[in-house]
């Protein structure tokens, strides 16, 4: 009998580079409060958002998406043709066939990578982090392009004030690519499927959530997801530079912060201030605003966590590019 | 046994949502009176559970309005 062979990858791999599309379109809480029964006090007291970007009808996803991916792509200096696999993570694509991930590797040049799209709801950065990490280590890609792009306000009820002020519209993108010192930690991942209705669409077509039971959900259950991703890191609470979880509500990552008993030096993502809820864009949107900023450097180390509708949860340990 | 109830909730609401631990009486609503909101009750149900050991669920939350129905839901689950 003739054994199948396999092909030897990476001993790790690392983010080489972050992109961030944001929409055009700012909208304050003030104009919310025009429209629905809400008011600037409500919601910062409630999320923490202040503002948030609605992307217009020419922002489509696949445009949010190639132009994240083409930042993403410049800032870590791989060129398209040296990418062979692209990961669209989404949970808002207007039409599920086809899948975007191949029209978003073919806008940016990419030829004939392997390319899909990955719906683990607002989990779906580090999902697909966790794909591209052991395609690189398996050798069956060498560099991969995450794109997170999520056009939520598509899917929001208008009237409803416990989400129409909460999610919005973006794209976030990461190149990672092969590293003989491993950037990216084991993950902590999982889902909790009978918890299914807790964040779904269902019947109207519109996003509804149940807001407390996620909320102790996320402050409860993933606090163990954040001490195991650091744990199977062989990293404690204090080597963390940066803390980016999915920016879903800023009760929750400051609840998380509380919790984990971060060092005083770790610099916490609150990038929802401005941003809202941008799903699966969230956090590479949030790591590359803390670079611009200079709030996070080049070597530094991140604790990550995405978590959302499904229940679905992942985190890891990364090393900033 | 119930004023321990009282006051290690007195102290649960001061570090959850800022309540002076004298305004935490019976009495009170949690949301018309000490401006506790559905996400501090949230934080409120978890700190029950970790100092009473008494979990409460959502559905269960619900129905808790008052510092005096948590009392009560507290000392009747108590083991």
């Known amino acids: ?321 | 046994m119930s004023e321990d109830i009282q006051a290690g909730l007195a102290e649960i609401l001061e570090e959850v949502a800022g309540v002076a631990p004298a305004d935490a009486t019976p009495e009170k609503s949690f949301t018309e009176d000490l401006d506790v909101d559905s996400l501090s009750m949230v934080e409120i149900a978890t700190e029950v559970e970790n100092k009473f050991g008494v979990a409460i669920p959502d559905d269960e939350l619900a129905n808790i309005k008052t510092v005096g129905d948590a009392i009560s839901y507290i000392t009747a689950n108590r083991g």
């Open chain 1, 1 to 321: 009998m003739t054994a199948i062979q396999l092909k030897t990858g990476a001993p790790g791999a690392r983010i080489l580079g972050f992109g961030g599309y944001r929409p055009r379109r700012r909208v304050t809480n003030d104009e919310l409060s025009q429209t629905m029964e809400t008011n600037d006090e409500w919601i910062q007291s409630r999320v923490g958002i202040a503002e948030r970007r609605w992307a217009s009808d020419d922002e489509t996803l696949v445009e949010m998406a190639v132009a994240a991916g083409g930042k993403a792509l410049a800032a870590s200096g791989v060129a398209p043709d040296d990418v062979d696999m692209v990961i669209l993570a989404s949970a808002t694509l207007e039409h599920p066939i086809p899948g975007i991930g191949p029209q978003v590797a073919h806008r940016l040049g990419i030829t004939r990578p392997g390319a899909f799209d990955l719906n683990a709801g607002c989990a779906g950065f580090c999902y697909s982090l966790e794909v591209a990490s052991n395609a690189i280590r398996s050798g069956s890609a060498r560099h991969v392009l995450i794109v997170g792009a999520e056009r939520l306000t598509d899917v929001i009820d208008q009237t409803d004030r416990a989400t129409a002020v909460i999610f919005a519209d973006g794209a976030g993108a990461a190149v990672v690519g092969p590293a003989d010192e491993p950037g990216i930690g084991p993950v902590a991942w999982g889902s909790d499927g009978d918890q299914s209705s807790a964040i779904e669409m269902a019947g109207t077509g519109r996003i509804a959530m149940a807001g407390q039971a996620v909320y102790r959900w996320a402050t409860t259950r993933l606090t163990a997801t954040l001490e195991q991703a650091m744990a199977e890191a062989g990293v404690t609470v204090d080597d963390i530079d940066v803390f980016a979880p999915h920016q879903a509500n800023l009760r929750i990552i400051e609840s998380m912060h509380k919790r984990l008993g971060f060092p005083e030096r770790t610099v916490v993502a609150r990038d929802i201030v401005r941003t809202g809820n941008t799903s699966a864009a969230s956090i590479p949107l949030a790591l590359e605003a803390l670079l611009e900023s200079g709030e996070a450097k080049s070597g530094d180390l991140a604790l990550v966590l995405g978590y959302g509708a499904g229940l679905t949860f992942a985190g890891q340990v990364l090393r900033i590019p």
